[in-house]
């Protein structure tokens, strides 16, 4: 069984399930790991260090009643047998000094607890986030299309502190809590009588019950809070990746609007939150003053029939203001627990989600001997109703760069992303040197495979750590040697931290020619036998793209390339061109065998040579000085240009 199928189990959780103990069964591994010996040696000190402090604890009220009785001339009768050793024990001072000090060994050891126990509780929260963000990194490319990234981050920084909660809580005081609680009720029933266990007895139901009921009713109130949070939370993390677009259209004030209205939600919401929390806390307070006054009445009563002693009264105050800690921790225990449910559900639903793409059990890396790539009959939709590939064959040989073109949506992405797999085909299959993708391990697969996308995203670190992501072991002299292929090394070295130089929230503080050198580099430094190209020019200018070309196709010689472009000039001097429409290869062949059908692959270079003489005109007019094309004393070929501008828009 899996790290994730012992800890989601049979059935999701949630904070009306009642799931509690199931939850703490699935992180009991993680408390006591069969693997950590130390971890294990921790909890056990840890628990002796508790019931030792509960042990302090009981003594504490005892040294308070034999000082106040000391102080009031009573309690001392038995010692009086002339023993002085036991009159001078009896003194008060000697016992006051008694009573302080069982406090102060009842917070050293609780805290020299709290200190052990914190390696564990840490280590657990620590495997249990790991294990929900690699799990969030094996879920489908599906999953994360349809989330939001600001979302999912408060998923998981919830639900790690929820599991801390829980932890801590639950296996650290809630036992214990108990035992002194039944401790408490054992003392006062041999010490007093049976009615201050009555009135502490019917104390503790009426709170525990007030505790449930109204935690309960504060739970609706607590997940609409953190969904406002988490919405509000995306907003806010959508707009500022996306400062450039905001500013392009000065869309500042709309934004922020935006995020008021779910800072508005977050509000009306937090304040129902701390209102309910202090009604809980004022009810609380109410029933135990209620049971506290009820056993002083009857100690008081008890002094004035002779049968308790001063130091009986104040040793009942300090044992029900010593009940009212771990009582009020209950009602805080089972208050947290629930609000720690509530938050962990969420992880617990991504937790239990199964991963679209998986390795078949025992599945073999793949083996590349060659690189030849084919596509068997590959059909592919996203939704069953819209298909997206039909039938789908073809074949890159070792060694050979086949491009793909074709008008938007015709399903050219589509293809590189069954490539890696981050889907499976729907019908067919796909080869790498005769092994089906299905069959091999996905690390091994993407291992194979270099990319260069049309958009390159970049992690917010150093250009030499973004390199290096093509192959973590790379030394910096193959990092810069990878550099100096990709024609970016001269760059690097002219800025004032060179390698070191931060790129920013993705990448933004490069230019698009600049992230693409960067990502070529990173192809470069991995090494792969299988390349791919996913339109890594379109959106780059022309003289930039013309550098970028000349770097993929060093990069390509020799590997086996699949291109998927946008502007056709990039590929005439593939090995073969297939044409996609609608899913389906519409046309293949070489640049100049499709020229000569005079079909839809015809019909997309004559839209493209268009735009580009528009282009070469409309920059003829700019440095003949005119300002516009449509000025007074423009060549007639600017009429030309004018003409040919929405061609450009249409191929572009």
């Not at 008021?260 to 919401?269: F, G, I, K, Q, T």
């Not at 949506?409 to 889907?423: D, H, M, N, V």
């Not at 958009?455 to 973590?472: A, E, K, P, S």
């Not at 793209?545 to 590929?571: P, W």
Request: with cysteine; hydrophobic share 45%.
């Amino acid at each position: 069984m899996s790290d994730i199928q012992r800890f989601t189990g049979e059935r999701q959780v949630n904070a009306d399930s009642g799931a509690l103990l199931a939850t703490l069964v699935r992180l009991w591994p993680y408390i006591w790991p069969t693997d950590r010996r130390d971890l294990k040696a921790r909890v056990v000190f840890a628990t002796v260090l508790l019931f030792l402090a509960k042990a302090a604890t009981m003594a504490v009220p005892f040294t308070f009643k034999w000082a106040t009785d000391a102080l009031a001339g009573r309690g001392t009768a038995p010692l009086a047998s002339g023993n002085w050793l036991l009159w001078a024990f009896a003194a008060p001072v000697v016992l006051t000094l008694a009573y302080g000090g069982t406090r102060i060994v009842m917070a050293l050891l609780t805290q020299w607890r709290d200190g052990i126990f914190a390696k564990v509780a840490m280590n657990a929260v620590r495997r249990l986030a790991m294990l929900t963000f690699e799990h969030m990194h094996l879920l489908s490319l599906r999953f994360h299309l349809e989330r939001k990234t600001g979302g999912l981050t408060r998923v998981l920084e919830r639900g790690r502190n929820a599991i801390e909660t829980i932890v801590r809580m639950i296996l650290l005081q809630l036992a214990p809590t108990i035992v002194e609680l039944l401790m408490i009720v054992a003392v006062l029933l041999w010490h007093f009588d049976w009615r201050y266990v009555a009135v502490i007895g019917l104390t503790v139901i009426v709170y525990m019950l007030f505790t449930y009921y109204a935690t309960e009713w504060r739970i609706n109130i607590r997940r609409k809070m953190n969904e406002s949070d988490s919405d509000a939370n995306a907003k806010a993390i959508d707009s500022l990746l996306n400062y450039e677009t905001v500013k392009y259209f000065s869309a500042e004030t709309r934004e922020a609007k935006r995020y008021d209205r779910s800072m508005a939600r977050y509000e009306d919401a937090s304040v129902k939150a701390y209102t309910s929390l202090a009604v809980l806390n004022a009810g609380q307070a109410v029933i135990f003053t209620a049971g506290l006054a009820a056993t002083m009445v009857l100690c008081a009563y008890g002094i004035e029939q002779h049968a308790n002693t001063v130091g009986d009264f104040v040793m009942i105050n300090a044992m029900m203001i010593q009940l009212y800690v771990p009582l009020n921790f209950m009602g805080m225990v089972y208050r947290e627990i629930k609000q720690a449910l509530i938050d962990i559900e969420i992880m617990f639903s991504i937790l239990a989600k199964e991963p679209e793409i998986k390795d078949k059990p025992g599945a073999p890396p793949l083996r590349v001997l060659a690189g030849n790539i084919r596509f068997e009959n590959v059909s592919f939709a996203y939704e069953p109703a819209r298909p997206i590939l039909r039938n789908l064959s073809f074949e890159v040989k070792a060694g050979h760069t086949v491009a793909i073109v074709g008008p938007s949506g015709a399903g050219k992405s589509t293809i590189s992303r069954l490539l890696f797999r981050f889907y499976d085909v729907s019908g067919g299959r796909i080869l790498i040197d005769g092994q089906d993708i299905r069959d091999v391990t996905q690390a091994s697969l993407r291992a194979a495979i270099g990319m260069v996308p049309q958009d390159t995203v970049l992690f917010n670190d150093t250009i030499r750590y973004n390199i290096r992501y093509g192959r973590c072991d790379a030394s910096d002299a193959e990092v810069e040697e990878a550099a100096r292929q990709a024609q970016i090394d001269a760059f690097i070295r002219r800025s004032p931290k060179g390698y070191d130089t931060e790129v920013g929230e993705r990448g933004l503080k490069l230019s698009g020619g600049e992230k693409q050198r960067v990502a070529i580099a990173r192809t470069i430094l991995k090494g792969p036998p299988i390349l791919l190209l996913d339109e890594a020019t379109s959106a780059l200018d022309s003289h930039t793209e013309k550098d970028i070309q000349d770097e993929l196709d060093r990069v390509a010689k020799n590997r086996t390339t699949l291109v998927i472009a946008h502007r056709l000039s990039t590929i005439v001097d593939a090995d073969e061109i297939l044409v996609l429409d609608h899913g389906a290869i519409v046309e293949r062949g070489t640049h100049r065998d499709l020229l000569g059908y005079g079909g839809l692959y015809a019909s997309m270079w004559n839209r493209q040579r268009e735009a580009q003489l528009a282009r070469e005109i409309l920059a003829e007019a700019e440095k003949e000085g005119t300002g516009s094309p449509a000025g007074p004393d423009q060549p007639k070929h600017d009429d030309s240009a004018k003409e040919l501008l929405p061609a450009i828009d249409a191929a572009e």
